[in-house]
């Protein structure tokens, strides 16, 4: 019973707005439930709420969530329902809400009874079919029409675990062995020359070699980066939006000869920075600073990952689809804009700047590239010589349903003249 009351806990921080983020002592089956409800959050809403004769006040956020929780159970848990049913109506004591006992199992029993009828019928229902809010459905198809459903197919699913061999200190295939002395499997990517991805996600605490700097957790799209910028001994390098500092690591492990600056707002996250470069044994130039706010000596190459919607990573991130709204892709995309003038300013003639989101949305990605190029004469696209996703005028678009990676956009640019 605890993983639920526990499970409520933690949803009801992301239901107020708030990531999703687990304490330390966190247990496995609560984690499952958290992803499990988040990832299912739409289908369970309207189960919950159609068996509901009347909703239950937003003050009562907590049964809310339990009888989602509890649903899920039903559906997914590899446990007899009646266990799921007694262990959900029995937490409304723990809750301190006995009155709702019976109201808890109704809602319980009468899902057990209804539950096949309930699923076709959310099938008609494009949220709950889809699992995805209706200002994301619409986006999603707006940017994609014939890849929509396939995008959020995917994003329903869990991501795989895929690491990055820091090539300073072995080499993959030197790490492969090392992962099977230790008991698990992993398979290097075509295409993505320093990956290797788990057959399946194991705490970064006990990889073996992780606290010696041998390895980091970076996803396939992500590790094509820092290749793109073709950094040279010598070069000044910027990573302008850098928190975590796993580009920044990546940028310095192809090159440690490079002048490498990384900048980030947030003083929280340029400890992560630092603790990643220490980890890994290397340094650069850190900065907490607004990055328009920065000014210095112009740079050889930029790296621009700009904040973003993220809905290239809901498998790994499902509260992403409550925590976004319709608004925040207008308030990203000025940003985004803002961000790219800005980092242009900063970069050498003949220096080169690879622009890129974790973001599935024509708007954060190709229509930024576009829209700030049009009109320019200083400008020249770059090749991405890369298997992954689909090539566009200016970039290149990853899709989290191809190849186990995420979604993510990748455009390089050259700054002449």
Same mark, same amino acid.
């Given at each position: ?23 330390k002592g ?89 539950q096949k ?107 094509? $980066?820092?290749?793109?910028? +073709? ?5 000044? !390098? #910027? ?5 975590? @500092?796993? *580009? ?117 990605n190709e229509?930024? $590239?576009?829209?700030?190029? +049009? ?5 020249? !696209? #770059? ?5 992954? @996703?689909? *090539? ?26």
């Amino acid at each position: 019973m605890q993983e639920y009351k526990d499970a409520i806990h933690y949803l009801e921080a992301v239901a107020k707005g708030n990531p999703l983020e687990f304490a330390k002592g966190a247990s496995p089956i609560c984690k499952q439930i958290c992803f499990g409800v988040l990832r299912d959050y739409y289908r369970l809403v309207y189960f919950r709420d159609s068996l509901l004769k009347k909703k239950l006040p937003a003050k009562h956020l907590d049964l809310n969530l339990l009888l989602l929780c509890g649903i899920y159970s039903i559906c997914h848990l590899n446990r007899p329902a009646h266990a799921s049913v007694n262990a959900v109506v029995e937490v409304t004591v723990m809750l301190k809400k006995p009155w709702a006992k019976g109201l808890v199992n109704a809602v319980m029993r009468n899902f057990q009874r209804q539950q096949k009828t309930l699923q076709g019928e959310s099938e008609n229902e494009p949220e709950a079919q889809l699992n995805h809010p209706t200002w994301l459905i619409d986006q999603l198809r707006d940017s994609w029409p014939d890849l929509a459903n396939m995008i959020m197919l995917a994003n329903n699913e869990p991501a795989p675990m895929t690491l990055r061999v820091n090539q300073a200190k072995t080499s993959v295939s030197e790490y492969q062995s090392l992962l099977e002395e230790h008991g698990y499997g992993g398979q290097p990517i075509s295409g993505v020359p320093f990956a290797l991805q788990l057959s399946k996600p194991a705490p970064v605490e006990s990889l073996p070699g992780f606290t010696e700097g041998l390895v980091s957790v970076q996803d396939e799209a992500s590790q094509l $980066v820092a290749p793109l910028l +073709n950094t040279e001994p010598g070069h000044r !390098v #910027l990573d302008a939006c850098a928190a975590p @500092g796993g *580009k920044a690591c990546h940028l310095l492990e192809l090159q440690r000869e490079i002048e490498l600056t990384a900048i980030d707002k947030d003083p929280r996250r340029v400890v992560q920075i630092k603790e990643n470069l220490d980890r890994l044994g290397f340094d650069c130039t850190l900065i907490t600073s607004d990055f328009f706010q920065y000014s210095g000596d112009k740079f050889d190459r930029i790296l621009l990952d700009v904040p973003c919607s993220a809905t290239g990573i809901i498998r790994r991130h499902p509260d992403i689809k409550l925590l976004r709204d319709g608004d925040d892709i207008e308030n990203l995309t000025a940003t985004q804009s803002k961000l790219l003038s800005a980092a242009w300013a900063l970069l050498e003639a003949n220096g080169e700047l690879v622009y890129s989101t974790c973001s599935v949305l024509l708007a954060e990605n190709e229509r930024i $590239v576009s829209n700030f190029a +049009n009109g320019r004469d200083d400008i020249a !696209v #770059l090749p991405i010589d890369v298997n992954q @996703g689909n *090539k566009l005028e200016y970039g290149r678009q990853l899709f989290p349903q191809s190849n186990g990676h995420d979604g993510f956009y990748i455009a390089r640019l050259k700054k002449v003249g």
